[in-house]
């Protein structure tokens, strides 16, 4: 006779740590969580993180949720708890360009991979912020609404998008015309509204549709490879007539005369 091992509690008093600790008296320590920062966003990097935390330790984090929910403020505040109390943890920066040659989702399959991957001691276990990633080398189960639900997750969330925020925010530095400190390269009304006056930069995401008919507008060429031909996305979007002129040093013109012809064929 066939004997399935005993089912896993998890007792909803626990709150965000109640996932890991089932998993913990399991014997599946140490639990690690998975998360990124802006896949939803058309400029600036994917950034994925993973954490370990110790079970006990609730207390230390309170506070702790999906970074989306907290203040910039709290999210500082609980960046600073996460890197001092953490077992372990790794960040993956994946910059547009990457993201452009292999496309957003695969990108941050691979990145999920490369920050458990990263950690110092193999997880017994994985949890993951919303859908299965094949090829981990552990355990693991992808959770709905991971970073509201399971500690670790919630922490690994902490981490990427502060980092990622960071980053932004020394980008606009660089590119203020964008307002990138602001709204972190997601397609808000001040963020559409730049693209359309100045084009995009080498720091967006050419294949996106709404950053592909910005450039063809502008008639600006991709700065690095793209997977998806912005030519398409031209097509997708009517074939619009290019701009007459675009802003200078944001991207390159060249080629961007048969892109645009190829475009409305």
Same mark, same amino acid.
């Given at each position: 006779?066939?004997?399935?091992?005993?089912?896993?509690?998890?007792?909803?008093?626990?709150?965000?740590?109640?996932?890991?600790?089932?998993?913990?008296?399991?014997?599946?320590?140490?639990?690690?969580?998975?998360?990124? #920062?802006?896949?939803?966003?058309?400029?600036?990097?994917?950034? +994925? %993180?993973? =954490? !370990?935390?110790?079970?006990?330790?609730? /207390? $230390?984090?309170?506070?702790?949720?999906?970074?989306?929910?907290?203040?910039?403020?709290?999210?500082?505040?609980?960046?600073?708890?996460?890197?001092?109390?953490?077992?372990?943890?790794?960040?993956?920066?994946?910059?547009?360009?990457?993201?452009?040659?292999?496309?957003?989702?695969?990108?941050?399959?691979?990145?999920?991979?490369?920050?458990?991957?990263?950690?110092?001691?193999?997880?017994?276990?994985?949890?993951?912020?919303?859908?299965?990633?094949?090829?981990?080398? #552990?355990?693991?189960?992808?959770?709905?609404?991971?970073?509201? +639900? %399971?500690? =670790? !997750?919630?922490?690994?969330?902490?981490? /990427? $998008?502060?980092?990622?925020?960071?980053?932004?925010?020394?980008?606009?530095?660089?590119?203020?015309?964008?307002?990138?400190?602001?709204?972190?390269?997601?397609?808000?009304?001040?963020?559409?509204?730049?693209?359309?006056?100045?084009?995009?930069?080498?720091?967006?995401?050419?294949?996106?549709?709404?950053?592909?008919?910005?450039?063809?507008?502008?008639?600006?060429?991709?700065?690095?490879?793209?997977?998806?031909?912005?030519?398409?996305?031209?097509?997708?979007?009517?074939?619009?007539?290019?701009?007459?002129?675009?802003?200078?040093?944001? %991207?390159?013109?060249?080629?961007?005369?048969?892109?645009?012809?190829?475009?409305?064929?």
């Amino acid at each position: 006779m066939i004997c399935n091992p005993p089912r896993a509690i998890v007792r909803r008093d626990a709150g965000i740590w109640a996932l890991q600790a089932a998993l913990d008296r399991r014997g599946l320590g140490p639990v690690a969580g998975v998360d990124e #920062a802006g896949r939803g966003a058309c400029a600036g990097p994917l950034v +994925v %993180a993973s =954490c !370990v935390l110790r079970p006990k330790d609730a /207390a $230390k984090f309170e506070g702790l949720t999906d970074s989306k929910l907290l203040t910039a403020a709290a999210r500082d505040r609980m960046y600073d708890v996460v890197l001092s109390r953490a077992v372990d943890c790794a960040v993956i920066v994946i910059p547009a360009a990457e993201v452009d040659l292999t496309g957003v989702h695969v990108a941050n399959i691979e990145g999920m991979r490369r920050a458990v991957a990263q950690l110092g001691a193999h997880p017994g276990y994985v949890l993951t912020d919303g859908f299965r990633v094949p090829g981990l080398a #552990a355990p693991n189960m992808p959770v709905v609404k991971g970073d509201r +639900v %399971a500690a =670790c !997750v919630a922490a690994a969330s902490v981490l /990427a $998008k502060v980092t990622r925020d960071r980053i932004m925010e020394g980008m606009h530095d660089a590119l203020p015309v964008y307002g990138f400190d602001v709204h972190k390269g997601y397609n808000t009304p001040v963020h559409t509204s730049a693209l359309v006056e100045h084009g995009p930069s080498a720091e967006h995401r050419w294949s996106y549709a709404n950053v592909a008919s910005a450039a063809i507008r502008h008639g600006l060429e991709p700065p690095h490879r793209v997977a998806r031909s912005v030519a398409a996305i031209g097509v997708v979007q009517n074939g619009a007539p290019p701009a007459a002129a675009g802003v200078a040093g944001l %991207a390159t013109r060249r080629g961007a005369d048969s892109m645009i012809t190829r475009a409305e064929a």
